[in-house]
């Protein structure tokens, strides 16, 4: 009787080792459903960006589906770099995540490269699983357990901003990224990353402006320090973008003056009489800078007024000429 009790329990852990065995080979992945694609970053951007600002968009191509049938078991991926002729530079954040940030060895002041990769699992509802990649080392990543057959993995890259002025970057190729579950070795995934900088750098210009005030008469001008015939215009600034530009006015006659009026030029025939400019109302103070906070794209007004000023001295009627340069700084 003892013997054929030992029977009955040799026979019962048989049957139940049997079951585990029959459920895990249903659990099991059965197909790969893609084998990776090219996938190219353009970054179009100033080449003066502030520091760590993502100027080249998270990119990824082809489909997502790597593994199917896999039922809901977790699923370990193997995630291998093999990108060339890039160097670690920093760690930077982006939208809350720490991201190792890599430069191209060949371009020393090339924009930053930042890599992430995604498990997706195809169904509503099921959140991606998102982690940064250090592309120095051979990642590990897991699904968790899903109520998902699918098992999709994605590989993505983007751009910060070096800081300072960086160059442009032809299309270089990086390399591949492979993902394969250890499960799974004969499945592999990979994707071949390459990248274009193409950077802009910001640039304004001037078109000369000759400005005509109407003639007024002797004695609109009674006195020393009287002003009249005032007069708006416009010098027109053309810009390539919109960024941050310092303004200045100086004196094409004498570099050193810090007042409003110009030094009368070769043409000038009248006696004690000066062009004062003035800006917003006010009179300008010559080599003195003031700020626009942002230029407009292509041609944009910059309002000015001048008018007759009368000094001390001897006075007598003539011409009036004076001659004003403005500079746009942006950088």
């Not at 004062?276 to 407009?296: D, K, N």
């Amino acid at each position: 009787m003892n013997m054929n009790l030992n029977k009955r329990h040799g026979r019962a852990a048989v049957l139940a080792a049997l079951g585990l065995l029959a459920s895990a080979s249903v659990m099991a992945c059965t197909e790969q459903r893609d084998a990776g694609s090219p996938i190219h970053l353009t970054i179009d951007a100033w080449d003066d960006a502030e520091q760590d600002k993502l100027i080249g968009q998270w990119t990824v191509a082809g489909n997502a589906n790597f593994l199917a049938n896999c039922g809901r078991d977790d699923i370990p991926f193997d995630i291998t770099p093999s990108l060339a002729g890039l160097e670690f530079v920093r760690n930077v954040m982006v939208d809350g995540q720490v991201y190792p940030a890599f430069g191209l060895t060949a371009y020393p002041r090339s924009p930053l490269l930042i890599f992430k990769h995604l498990i997706w699992a195809g169904v509503s509802g099921i959140p991606e699983v998102e982690t940064p990649l250090d592309v120095r080392k051979v990642n590990h990543a897991s699904s968790g357990p899903m109520r998902s057959g699918v098992r999709g993995s994605r590989v993505l890259i983007a751009a910060v901003s070096r800081g300072g002025i960086m160059q442009p970057v032809p299309t270089t190729l990086l390399g591949p990224i492979s993902r394969v579950s250890p499960l799974y070795p004969m499945w592999v995934k990979a994707d071949t990353f390459s990248v274009t900088a193409n950077l802009k750098v910001p640039t304004c210009s001037f078109a000369d402006t000759a400005f005509t005030l109407k003639d007024v008469a002797a004695a609109d001008l009674p006195a020393a320090d009287t002003a009249a015939g005032e007069e708006t215009f416009n010098v027109v600034m053309n810009c390539n973008g919109q960024f941050p530009v310092t303004m200045k006015l100086t004196d094409a006659n004498a570099a050193g003056n810090t007042g409003s009026r110009l030094t009368p030029t070769g043409n000038a025939t009248a006696g004690s009489v000066r062009v004062q400019l003035l800006r917003e109302g006010a009179p300008v103070v010559l080599g003195q800078a003031w700020s626009i906070a942002q230029s407009q794209m292509g041609n944009q007004n910059i309002a000015l007024s001048a008018r007759y000023y009368r000094e001390a001295g001897t006075f007598h009627s003539g011409v009036v000429e004076g001659k004003a340069v403005i500079e746009a700084t942006y950088r």
